[in-house]
């Protein structure tokens, strides 16, 4: 079972597929996942699949220059991918980074709902002008809190499992840990920003996984703080996980 808080999803209007640079089409695979990718990002910014072209393990948007690309970071499962995107296709700029792993039936397609509903819903967030569309900026009443001194985006908690209590329960103890507020991971961030955070937690009768990590590297003393907090006890296995963007320092807003 797959569930997310989520706001309503526009109806798509947009290419079937899209376009396709002849110098460099993807393989057989990588291809299989931009597609999916591009049909997330169009179901719910249609505005940006429009402009899509697929490249070499990349999707790039020809009028504004964003990229959502596939990297090889981590040696794991064969369903386990990492996903970098920036909104400047510029060399030296920062490139956000997160990894998925897909499951079920359809491994590529879940590995996309979960991109896009967290280091996607960031992406898409920013890459539509940061409008509260996608993804909340944090710092602001009423919000959890963020990194301290960076301004900071956040996805919604998204939360599966076997049991719809156990895995509620897990999410709702994710956002109460309040763990960008409360954990250092400065002096993993990008100087210029952004820097991408996925916080991450799996819960099962004898065993917690929580994991921080700041553009793919596991930040050791977050991870630690956010394993410490009270995780409720379950009876089977209920995951909640969220990504972040720290954009940049609040002094320089």
Sequence with gaps: MFWNRSKKVPSPTYPARPMVDPSAPPNPTDGELLVRLYHEIGMRAPELAREAIAGDRMLFGRHTGWVVTLLDLHEAAPTHRDIGWTLKAKKGR???VDCVTGF????AAMAAQLWIRTSGACFLEMATGSKGRFAETLHREGCAPGVPGWH????NIVYYGEQPDEFEALSDA????AILGRADVTGLLDPAGPSGIKVFVNRT????????SVNGTRADDASG?????????????????????????????
């Design 174 to 177: 994710l956002r109460d840990a």
């Design 152 to 155: 900071t985006i956040s996805s």
């Design 104 to 107: 079920g039936d359809d491994p």
């Design 205 to 212: 009768p004898d065993q917690l996984t929580a994991e921080v």
């Design 225 to 253: 703080l956010l394993a410490a907090h009270p995780w409720p006890e379950v009876t089977g296995s209920a995951t909640a996980r969220f990504s972040a963007v720290a954009v940049r320092p609040l002094q320089a807003v």
């Design 94 to 96: 920062p490139t956000v």
